[in-house]
């Protein structure tokens, strides 16, 4: 995996001044597999249920607050609410950490806005810290993350099961408190190119969970719905509750940087929420 350099350093936010920036910084680094633990492809517990539209079963149908639903920003613009990660620090996610070949901006279509990840040989996230660009969030109260993503390109061949080949054209990253290693533990939900609904990928701290698929017959160019409870996930993958009630944040992620350098993705993000029973 390859991450940007990108930002102006007058926009950066100290690591050491903003100790959860540094943790959620630290996590960006799971997005490429790590020592510890290798890739299983394997599913480590039973996932919960879901359906076809990718909502389980047992649905959490209230929300406890948005995290975004991108119409507040100008459409044709990356949405100023998000940032990424310049090194070890965290930057606005703006079009100095951008490229032709890498953004995230906002579209409107139908009278609705969404974020649109378009990623060329790149991987890129937008992030989100809880308790500082969205509400406190606890789990103990509010344990589903709910979001809506369209994909329209994959990047051919990637697997979520393989080191060097595990790109995803979207994927939503649940981060909570860090291990002994002192990593942050991550579950990462992905859309696969080529892994079905259900599949898993253990790196260590970093849970992979494949929720849809394009080899599993999920449509692309259409709008599909997703509700966790990131509570279950996490005992399912950890064998344990969250040390913490409140995860560090989340993130938004495109990643098509594997393989020969002509790997593509795009993909639509919208309606992030948390949710309750």
Known sequence: MQFSPFGKSTRKRSLLAFFPAAIIAAALLLAAPTPFGAPTGKPLATPPSTSASGVPAASLRQDCFQIDDFEEYQAG????????NDGRSLTAADRSTMTAGHEYVVRSEG??????AR????????????GDHFPKWDTSECPGLAWRWRVQDVPEGADETDDDNNDVAAAVYVT?????YGRPKSIKYTFSSTQ???TTADYGSLKVLVVASA????????WMKFE???VADYKNFFG???????????????????????????????DVRVTRP
């Open 111 to 116: 009278g609705n806005r969404f974020v649109r």
């Open 240 to 270: 344990e509750a969250p040390d913490d009630d409140t995860p560090l944040g989340i993130q938004l992620f495109s990643d098509a940087d594997a393989g020969d350098g002509t790997r593509t993705a795009v993909a639509d993000f919208d």
């Open 77 to 84: 613009e990356p949405p100023g609410g998000w940032y990424t």
């Open 176 to 180: 909570f408190s860090r291990n002994w």
């Open 215 to 222: 080899a599993g017959g999920n449509p692309q160019g259409e």
């Open 228 to 230: 966790r409870d990131v």
């Open 119 to 130: 990623m060329k040989n790149y991987a890129y996230r937008l992030i989100r810290l809880s």
């Open 196 to 198: 079905p609904v259900g």
